[in-house]
C-alpha cells in the first residue's frame, strides 16, 4: 500500500465513513471542508506520528500542513529528509 | 474617528513601554502597536478607502489583525469583522450587504512596530452612503446562514461596557487577559478591546493552537494570565491539564454550558479565582452574570441576575409578562446594546419597544428561560433548530437549507448529537438521487456556511429518510440510529 493511500484509508476511515479511499483525491480540502475538525487534528498527527514513526509533536508543524492528503505526505516526508515525491 | 475612547487609550498608554499583546511568543508594546496601527493608517489612505464608508477586515486573528482593526479605526472607516472560516460566496454577499470598499486582510505578519503586510482587494460596489451613526466597529453574527446578520455596534454601548468590563473583573493597567475567541465575536470586546482601554496585557490564542490543551497551558502559566474569558471548550481543555494556574484571580465562563465535572475541578485548577457564568450575544453584548458559589453541583449554572442597568422580562408565549417565577422568552434591555442591525427589517423583528408596556427598546435573546422563586434566570434552551457547536449559535434548519439546494438532494433532516469533546456536534440524513458522496456535499456547504455549521458526519442513502405519524422527517429516529451504529461502532 502507498504511503498516500495508507493516509487516505485512515482519513475516510475515521472521518468519512461514506467515501472509499480512492474516492479522496490528493488535494481535497480537508480543512475548509470540515473533515478534519480542530478537534480530530491533534489524533490525526498521533496516528501520523506512530505510522510513519516521525516525531510530529515537536516538529513545527501548522494545521496548514495537513490541509490535504498532498501536504500531509510531503510534511511526513521533509521531516524525515527525504525529498522524494510522492510515490 | 471611531470608539475615540479606544484610540485615545491606545495613543495614551503608547507612551510607555508595557506590553499590549502577546502574540505567539513576541510582546508588541503599546508604542509598537499604535505604530503599526499608524502605518495602517496610512496604507488605507492609499488605497483609496474613504472615511465613512466600510471595509471588511477577513483576517486571522494576530497582534498586526489587531492592528489593522486599529489602523481602520485611525483611518475612519468601520471596520466589519467577518469570521475567517466563512465561505467566499458568504464574503461576497456581506460586502453588498454593508457597502465595504475593500476587503483586508494581513499578508505577512509584521515585526512588531513594523508596516503591516497589508492585503487590500477593492470590492468595487459603488460608494453610496456612509453607514449610519459612525459605529465603532461592525460584528457579524456567526450564524450557520449564508447571510450572517451585520451588527454596527453602538459607540456609547461600547465604551460603557469596556468602563463595566475593567470595574467587574479589575481590569486595569498591566493586568494579563486571555484572549480565545475569535477577533470577529463579541467575547473580544471584554478580553481584548476593555484590556487596551485599561492599559492590559492581552495574550492571543493562535487560533491554529486553540485545541491544544497543553500550549494553552503554557500560556496561561508564563504569561501569568489573570482574567480568562472563554467557552466551555478552552476552559475544559485546561482542566484537563492537571495544573494549578495560582496567576487566575477571574474565570469566565460564557457561550455554551459548562459540564459540571468540568466546573468541580476548578477550585484546584484555578485556586486564587472568582469563577463567573456570563450570559450575552452580540446584538446587545452582556447581561447577566452569576458567580459561582457551590462547585459541586450537577445543575447547569444559573445565567443568574441582570448585570447593572440591564432590564429583563420574561415573557410568556402571550406576549404577556411572567413576573415572579415562571417559564418564557427572555428579552433584555443593556446599556451596551446595539441600535438595531444593519438590516432595518431584521431590527423590526428583533428590537421592539412598548413590550408589556415598558419604556425603551428591547431585544429577543430568542432563548428560553426559567426565573426561579429566589430570581435567578436558568437557561431552559431554545427553540428546537438553534444549537450551540463550539460555542457558535448555529440554526440546524439553515444547514438543511443549504444541503437542499444541491441538485443531487432530494431530502436532508440536520440533527444536533451530543458529543464528549465538541458538546454538540451536527449529524445530517441526506436521500440522494444520484452516488454523490459525503466529499462533494462538505464541498458544498463550506461555499455559503461557516466551519462549524458544516455536519460533521453525513449518512447518504438513496431511500426516504424517516417519517412521524404526523409525515414529518422523523429527526428523533435519525438522532437515535446514528448513535446506536456509533456506539456498535465503538
Known amino acids: 500500500m502507498s504511503e498516500t493511500h495508507a493516509i487516505k484509508v485512515y482519513i475516510t476511515t475515521s472521518f468519512a465513513p461514506d467515501v472509499s479511499p480512492d474516492e479522496l483525491g490528493d488535494d481535497y480540502d480537508l480543512l475548509a471542508n470540515g473533515v478534519v475538525e480542530s478537534l480530530h487534528l491533534l489524533r490525526l498527527i498521533a496516528w501520523l506520528g506512530e505510522r510513519f514513526e516521525v516525531n510530529l509533536e515537536d516538529a513545527d508543524v501548522a494545521p496548514e500542513d495537513f490541509r490535504t492528503v ?9 521531516l524525515r529528509g527525504v525529498a522524494t515525491a510522492a510515490r | 474617528m471611531w470608539s475615540s475612547d479606544l484610540l ?32 495602517v493608517a496610512g496604507e488605507l489612505a492609499a488605497v483609496g478607502v474613504v472615511p465613512g464608508r466600510p471595509v471588511l477586515v477577513n483576517a486571522k486573528k494576530s497582534a498586526g489583525a489587531v492592528a489593522l482593526v486599529l489602523g481602520c479605526g485611525i483611518a475612519g472607516v468601520p471596520a466589519v469583522l467577518v469570521s475567517v472560516d466563512l465561505g467566499a460566496d458568504a464574503v461576497e454577499l456581506l460586502v453588498e450587504r454593508t457597502g465595504s470598499t475593500h476587503v483586508l486582510g494581513v499578508d505577512v505578519e509584521p515585526e512588531p512596530g513594523a508596516v503591516v503586510g497589508l492585503r487590500a482587494r477593492a470590492t468595487g460596489v459603488a460608494v453610496a452612503e456612509a453607514m449610519p451613526g459612525d459605529p465603532p466597529l461592525v460584528l457579524t453574527t456567526s450564524g450557520s446562514t449564508g447571510a450572517p446578520k451585520v451588527v454596527p455596534l453602538s459607540r456609547v454601548g461600547v465604551e460603557r461596557f469596556t468602563d463595566w468590563a475593567a470595574t467587574t473583573f479589575g ?22 478591546w476593555a484590556t487596551l482601554v485599561a492599559g492590559g496585557s492581552v495574550v492571543l490564542v493562535d487560533p491554529d493552537r486553540a485545541a491544544d490543551g497543553r500550549h494553552l497551558a503554557e500560556l496561561v502559566a508564563a504569561h501569568q494570565v489573570e482574567v480568562v474569558q472563554a467557552v466551555p471548550l478552552c476552559l475544559r481543555l485546561l482542566a484537563a491539564q492537571e ?33 463567573h457564568n456570563l450570559y450575552g450575544c452580540t446584538e446587545t453584548n452582556d447581561s447577566f452574570l452569576h458567580t459561582v458559589t457551590d462547585f459541586d453541583t450537577t445543575a447547569p449554572l444559573p445565567v443568574g441576575r441582570p448585570i447593572d442597568g440591564v432590564r429583563a422580562l420574561v415573557l410568556d408565549p402571550d406576549g404577556t409578562e411572567i413576573l415572579g417565577a415562571g417559564r418564557g422568552e427572555l428579552l433584555v434591555s443593556t446599556p451596551f446594546q446595539a441600535d438595531g442591525y444593519l438590516d432595518p427589517d431584521l431590527t423590526a423583528a428583533r428590537f421592539v419597544t412598548g413590550v408589556a408596556g415598558h419604556d425603551g427598546v428591547f431585544y429577543r435573546t430568542g432563548d428560553i428561560v426559567r426565573r426561579d ?38 431530502e436532508v ?12 456536534r451536527l449529524h445530517a440524513a441526506v436521500r440522494v438521487d444520484s452516488d454523490i458522496n459525503s466529499l462533494a456535499l462538505r464541498a458544498h456547504c463550506a461555499k455559503s456556511l461557516p466551519r462549524t455549521a458544516i455536519p460533521s458526519s453525513f449518512e447518504i442513502q438513496q431511500s426516504a429518510l424517516p417519517r412521524t405519524s404526523t409525515g414529518k422527517v422523523d429527526r428523533n429516529a435519525i438522532s437515535r440510529s446514528h448513535q446506536e451504529a456509533r456506539k456498535a461502532h465503538v
Open chain 2, 8 to 39: 485615545r487609550a491606545v495613543r495614551a498608554h503608547a507612551g510607555g513601554e508595557r506590553t499590549a499583546v502577546y502574540d505567539r511568543g513576541r510582546a508588541w508594546s503599546y508604542r509598537q502597536l499604535w505604530e503599526t496601527a499608524r502605518g
Open chain 2, 243 to 275: 495544573q494549578r494556574f495560582e496567576s487566575v484571580r477571574q474565570v469566565i465562563t460564557t457561550g455554551d454550558v459548562l459540564p459540571s465535572a468540568v466546573l468541580a475541578t476548578f477550585p484546584t485548577v484555578f485556586p486564587n479565582a472568582a469563577v
Open chain 1, 70 to 78: 498532498a501536504t500531509i505526505h510531503r510534511t511526513i516526508a521533509e
Open chain 2, 413 to 424: 433532516a440536520v440533527v444536533a448529537i451530543p458529543d464528549l469533546e465538541a458538546g454538540l
Open chain 2, 171 to 192: 481590569i486595569g493597567a498591566g493586568t494579563v487577559v486571555l484572549n480565545y475567541a475569535p477577533l470577529n465575536f463579541d467575547l473580544t470586546l471584554l478580553d481584548i
Open chain 2, 373 to 410: 422563586a429566589d430570581g435567578l434566570l436558568h437557561l431552559d434552551g431554545r427553540d428546537d433548530f438553534h444549537v450551540k457547536v463550539r460555542g457558535v449559535r448555529t440554526n440546524l434548519q439553515e444547514v438543511e437549507h443549504v444541503l437542499d439546494q444541491h441538485p443531487d438532494v432530494s
